[in-house]
C-alpha cells in the first residue's frame, strides 16, 4: 500500500477515537455524493470496465474470420555450390499474398456469436461488480453513522452513570444508602467505560472501511435518503428480478455463447470456400570474381479459388464438438443454478426487510416506554421506593433499547439495498441523477454496426451465418425454476 493511503487510512481510524463533534469533517457529507465518488474513483469498478473493454476486442478478433488477409514476404539466399558449373549466385525474391474467405462452413458465424455472447456477459458482470460496490459502500455510509451514534450513547451512558456514582457516594456520606450501592454504581460505570472503548475501536474500524469504499476519510455524514426503488411487493421484486438480474443475464449470455461455440465445433466439419491471389518477383543474378554478373528477372501472378473439406481428422474435430457440448450443458446447470441463487437472494433479502421494519416499530415502543421507566425510577429512588440498583437496571435498559433501534434502522437500510441488488436495480441512476452513468455499449455498437473493412465483409458473415441463432436477451420460460419455485 502506498504511504500516501495508508497515512489517509491510519488519519481516519484515529480520528474516530477523538470526541464525536471533533471528529467530523467541515461540511456534511450524503450517500449520493459518497456513491458518485465511489462510482467515479473505485480501483475494482474502473478494473472490470477495463477488462469489458478488453472483452469487446474479441469480437473485433473473430470478425477477421470475414475479412481479406494480405502479408508480404521476401528473401534473399546465397549460394556458393562446390563443384558447380553454375557457378555462385544470389537469389532474390519478394511476393505480395491476399486471401479471402468465401465460406468456412459457419466457423465465423459461430465464433462471432460466441464473442457477441461474451461481449454481453461481461456487460453484466460490470453490473454486477458495480452493484457490489454500490452495497458496499451503502454499508459503509451507515456502518459509521450507525456507530457515530452509537458512540453518543455509550457517551452519554457514562456521563449518567457518573453522576449516579458521584450522586451514591454523596448519599452514603450522609448515610442514606450503603457501600454496597456505591460499589454498584461503580462496577457500572466502569463497564459502561469498557463499552465506550469498544465502541470508539467499533467507530474507527468502520471510517477504515467507508475510507477503502469511497477513496476519502468521512466527515459530518447526513442521514441516509430513502431508498425509492424498494418495492411494494414480492412478486413484484421477482418479476424485476427475472428481468433485470445481472445474475441471471450473465448465465443467460454464457450459455448463449456456449451453445454458440458448439456450432462452431460442428462446423468444422464443413467444407471451407476461399480466394487467394499472389504476386511474386524472382531476381537470380550470377556472382563473378570482377565483381560483374548476369541475372535473371522472373514475375508471377497467381489466383486460386481454394476449396477444403475435411475428411479425417483423427477424432480431433469430434472430440472438440463433444467437449463443446458438455461445456454448454454446465453452462445450462449453471444458468438453472442463477435462478435459484436469485430467488434465495430476493427471499432472503424480502424477509429481512419485512423483520427488520417489524423491529424498528418495536424498539421505538420499546424506547418510549424505557424512558419514562427509567425517569419514574429516578424519581421513585429519591423517595426511597426505588434501590440504586434498579436505577442502574432501569439506565441500562434504556441504553440497550437506544442501541437496538440505532441497530434496527441500520439492519433496514441494507437490507433494502441488499433486496435492490438481488433484483437488478442497485444502480447508479437509481442512487444517484446526477452522475451520467458508464457508457458500455456505445462504442461496441459502433464497432459492431458500422462501416465494414470491405464491401463484401457483411455479405460473408451473412452467408456464413444462416441458420445460426442470435444471440439476444431471452425471456424466463413458464416452468423455469425462478417462476415455479417461488416462497
Not at 88 to 111: C, K, M, P
Not at 146 to 164: H, M, T, Y
Not at 243 to 264: I, M
Not at 386 to 413: C, G, I, K, M
Amino acid at each position: 500500500m502506498r504511504n500516501g493511503y495508508r497515512q489517509t487510512v491510519l488519519a481516519a481510524a484515529s480520528a474516530a477515537v477523538l470526541m464525536l463533534g471533533m471528529a467530523g469533517a467541515a461540511c456534511a457529507e450524503t450517500l449520493p455524493e459518497a456513491i458518485a465518488l465511489a462510482y467515479q474513483s473505485n480501483p475494482t469498478l474502473l478494473s472490470q470496465r477495463a477488462q469489458l473493454r478488453a472483452q469487446e476486442e474479441t469480437y473485433e478478433q473473430a470478425r477477421g474470420g470475414s475479412r481479406p488477409s494480405l502479408s508480404l514476404g521476401g528473401t534473399s539466399r546465397y549460394n556458393d555450390p562446390q563443384g558447380s558449373a553454375i557457378g555462385t549466385y544470389t537469389t532474390n525474391s519478394a511476393s505480395l499474398t491476399a486471401s479471402q474467405a468465401v465460406y468456412t462452413g459457419g466457423r465465423t458465424a459461430g465464433a462471432l456469436r460466441a464473442a457477441e455472447a461474451q461481449v454481453l456477459a461481461a456487460r453484466q458482470g460490470l453490473r454486477r461488480v458495480e452493484a457490489s460496490v454500490m452495497q458496499s459502500v451503502i454499508q459503509a455510509y451507515i456502518d459509521v453513522r450507525r456507530d457515530s451514534e452509537s458512540l453518543k450513547i455509550r457517551q452519554e451512558n457514562v456521563a449518567v452513570l457518573k453522576r449516579q456514582l458521584d450522586e451514591a457516594k454523596a448519599r452514603f456520606d450522609v448515610g442514606e444508602i450503603t457501600k454496597t450501592d456505591v460499589n454498584q454504581a461503580a462496577a457500572r460505570y466502569a463497564g459502561a467505560k469498557a463499552l465506550l472503548a469498544a465502541a470508539e475501536a467499533q467507530l474507527a474500524a468502520s471510517r477504515a472501511a467507508y475510507t477503502a469504499n469511497i477513496g476519502q476519510a468521512p466527515g459530518d455524514l447526513a442521514p441516509e435518503p430513502e431508498l425509492t426503488q424498494v418495492p411494494a411487493s414480492v412478486d413484484l421484486a421477482f418479476t424485476t428480478a427475472e428481468r433485470n438480474s445481472p445474475v441471471l443475464l450473465q448465465a443467460d449470455y454464457t450459455e448463449q455463447g456456449s451453445n454458440a461455440r458448439v456450432a462452431a465445433a460442428r462446423a468444422e466439419r464443413m467444407p471451407n470456400l476461399s480466394l487467394q491471389a499472389q504476386l511474386a518477383f524472382t531476381d537470380q543474378s550470377r556472382v563473378l570474381s570482377q565483381a560483374s554478373g548476369s541475372g535473371h528477372y522472373d514475375r508471377d501472378v497467381t489466383a486460386a479459388a481454394v476449396f477444403t473439406q475435411p475428411l479425417l481428422a483423427g477424432g480431433v474435430i469430434n472430440s472438440r464438438v463433444r467437449q463443446a457440448i458438455e461445456l454448454n450443458t454446465s453452462d445450462r446447470l449453471q444458468l438453472d443454478y442463477a435462478r435459484r441463487s436469485v430467488v434465495q437472494a430476493v427471499s432472503q433479502a424480502w424477509a429481512q426487510l419485512l423483520a427488520t421494519k417489524s423491529s424498528i416499530i418495536a424498539n421505538e415502543e420499546q424506547v418510549r416506554a424505557t424512558e419514562i421507566a427509567f425517569e419514574g425510577t429516578k424519581q421513585e429512588n429519591q423517595v426511597g421506593l426505588r434501590t440504586t440498583l434498579d436505577v442502574l437496571n432501569a439506565e441500562q435498559e434504556l441504553r440497550n433499547a437506544e442501541l437496538a433501534l440505532v441497530n434496527a434502522r441500520r439492519d433496514s437500510y441494507l437490507a433494502a439495498a441488499q433486496l435492490l441488488n438481488a433484483m437488478g436495480a442497485l444502480e447508479i441512476r437509481n442512487l444517484n441523477t446526477a452522475v451520467t452513468p458508464y457508457d458500455d455499449k456505445s462504442k461496441f455498437n459502433r464497432r459492431k454496426n458500422g462501416l465494414s473493412l470491405t464491401p463484401w465483409d457483411r455479405i460473408v458473415e451473412t452467408v456464413d451465418g444462416v441458420g445460426g441463432a442470435k444471440i439476444q436477451q431471452r425471456e424466463m420460460l413458464p416452468d423455469a425454476p425462478i417462476a415455479a419455485n417461488r416462497p
